[in-house]
């Protein structure tokens, strides 16, 4: 594969998933009820936060070198990810 395929192939992901993370953080929520954007930006960016925790779980499962750096930073990035979850829904 060239790598001007690999890029476009790379780029498309990364779309995919800001935009399967928009629906599921409910974009179309804000234009049914004539709110604001905010709940839906921070709902995209605490999935991606838990994403990120997810590779890093993922990564210490695979890594042989590192593999207590990933699976402190993976934790850490899932508790980041619930307690936004937690802040954002009122129940801290």
Not at 3 to 12: D, E, G, I, Y
Not at 23 to 47: E, N, R
Not at 63 to 89: N, P
Request: hydrophobic letters at 50%; a positive charge; zero cysteines.
């Amino acid at each position: 594969m060239n790598k001007t395929s690999s890029r476009m192939l790379a780029s498309f992901k990364y779309i995919y998933l800001v935009a399967f993370f928009a629906l599921l953080s409910g974009f179309f929520y804000p234009f049914i009820t004539h709110t604001s954007f905010d709940g839906v930006i921070s709902g995209v960016l605490v999935l991606f936060v838990g994403l990120a925790g997810g590779v890093l779980l993922y990564k210490s499962a695979t890594s042989e070198s590192k593999r207590a750096l990933f699976l402190g930073g993976g934790f850490v990035l899932m508790a980041i990810s619930l307690y936004y979850i937690f802040q954002f829904t009122g129940r801290t």
